[in-house]
């Protein structure tokens, strides 16, 4: 599982949040530079958060996560308490992982319904994983966390210490 200060490419390798964006590809299938350069008119995709600033869409967990993704920092500012277990709305809010997928807008918008009860064929998107048993994608850093968020906490298995 990748940390939530790190990143989660396509391909499933973990790099640092400092490799996001930084023209280069890092993840070897350039998912790290996917939404770094983005048209204003364009949304960012879900579970993704627009840097206020810049023309680049961020993780919606790296959103008041104590890191400046975002130049000047915009993304820190106004900012609720967010517990790791939580889970960071697109629009900021944060909502106990107990409210993700389950079948009610918890969020205001949706995000925390947005990848769940999806075809097994459709990709998880960046910084995200399928779960076990393939019916939703959570955030990477979930993966063996400790808490259930998968049906029969199924993503908690064959963890190892680290």
């Known amino acids: 599982a990748c940390s939530s200060a ?3 490419c396509m391909n499933g390798k ?21 939404y ?4 204003p008119a364009t949304p960012c995709p879900l ?17 008041c996560d ?3 993704d975002c130049t000047g920092t915009s993304e820190e500012l106004n900012c609720a308490a967010c517990s790791p277990s939580s ?28 990848f769940c009860d999806i075809d097994p064929g459709t990709p998880c998107p960046p910084g995200w994983d399928r779960c076990p048993d393939k019916r ?15 049906i029969g906490a199924s993503e908690e298995a ?3 210490e680290a």
């Open 36 to 39: 770094c350069d983005v048209d």
């Open 6 to 8: 790190g990143f989660k």
């Open 66 to 68: 104590g890191y400046d």
């Open 87 to 114: 889970f960071r709305c697109t629009n900021g809010n944060c909502v106990t992982h107990d409210w993700f997928c389950n079948k009610d807008n918890s969020c205001g918008d949706n995000s925390d319904e947005s």
């Open 158 to 160: 064959n963890c190892s």
């Open 14 to 34: 973990c790099l640092s949040y400092d490799k996001f964006c930084n023209k280069y590809d890092d993840c070897g299938d350039s998912s790290d530079e996917y």
């Open 47 to 63: 579970g993704w958060h627009r840097c206020p600033v810049m023309h680049r869409c961020i993780p919606s967990y790296w959103m």
């Open 136 to 150: 939703s994608c959570i955030p990477s850093y979930w993966m063996c966390d400790g808490y259930q968020h998968c």
